[in-house]
């Protein structure tokens, strides 16, 4: 999976955009479009931004995350599967990164990708479907 997961960050880093999906405890979806992720040398992927509440309040619940990326162009992508392992409080200040007790500024989620899917435009219909990704 190495190899595909890679080559799926960096379709995402290319495009500039991925979806974020999270469940509430109901298993209702939330979607959220995201710009930054990065494979650690760990393994596991590093996804920063602005996250709503929503998104947070789900990740207290329900650990389990899915990154859609999807190239409307091709029509191809890949859907990640996995699970958070951390958060991080990032703050700005002076242009230092600190982690703080101070409300954030900005997040970044560790997640633990534990399959991968690969997308054509039949099985990317039918996810959207189910996540609403259409809405």
């Known amino acids: 999976m190495d190899g595909k997961l890679r080559a799926s960050v960096r379709q995402a880093q290319r495009l500039g955009s991925f979806r974020l999906i999270t469940r509430d405890s109901r298993w209702i979806s939330f979607v959220e479009y995201c710009t930054t ?12 931004g602005w996250f709503y509440p929503t998104t947070l309040g789900n990740l207290q619940h329900n650990k389990e995350i899915c990154v859609v990326v999807w190239d409307t162009g091709v029509k191809a992508g890949s859907e990640l599967l996995g699970k958070l392992v951390a958060i991080d409080d990032l703050v700005h200040a002076n242009g230092r990164t600190h982690t ?9 989620l560790m997640v633990k990708i534990e399959q991968l899917i690969e997308l054509n435009q039949e099985n990317y219909l039918l996810l959207a479907e189910e996540a609403s990704l259409l809405r």
């Open 37 to 48: 992720i990065e494979l650690c040398p760990s393994g596991q992927v590093a996804i920063s």
């Open 100 to 108: 703080s007790r101070i409300p954030p500024s900005k997040k970044r």
